[in-house]
């Protein structure tokens, strides 16, 4: 059951993912669909069932939430595809490393 949750998340993660891009998303699903068929023969007590799962719950989440598409319009700018399932940061991570200028004794190009 677990297997089948799994792939039902995987799925629409792709959908959600790829939308409009029906190319990508074919082929998200034809890879999606293979890797679950390639391990459909194992059973329910094999050890490497757990991982895949959990494998596959961790790409959804993935796809769900970090995968952005753009898309180029004219003057050469890129729109992007941003859904209500996509995480937004708060870049204090990007705003840390920026006060922080100790670079290991390495001066700076603005303190040479």
């Known amino acids: 059951m677990a297997a089948l949750t799994a792939y039902r998340h995987l799925m629409r993660a792709a959908r959600i993912a790829f939308e409009g891009d029906v190319r990508t998303l074919d082929a998200a699903k034809q890879s999606i669909r293979q890797g679950f068929r390639d391990k459909a023969s194992l059973p329910p007590s094999d050890p ?9 719950q961790e790409v959804a989440s993935f796809l769900k939430a970090n995968l952005v598409q753009g898309k ?41």
């Not at 490497?48 to 596959?56: E, L, N």
């Open 48 to 56: 490497s069932i757990q991982p895949a799962i959990q494998h596959a």
């Open 72 to 112: 180029r319009e004219e003057g050469g700018k890129y729109k992007l595809r941003i859904h209500e399932h996509t995480e937004r940061g708060d870049n204090d991570s990007i705003k840390m490393a920026n006060n922080n200028t100790n670079m290991g004794g390495v001066k700076c190009c603005s303190e040479r």
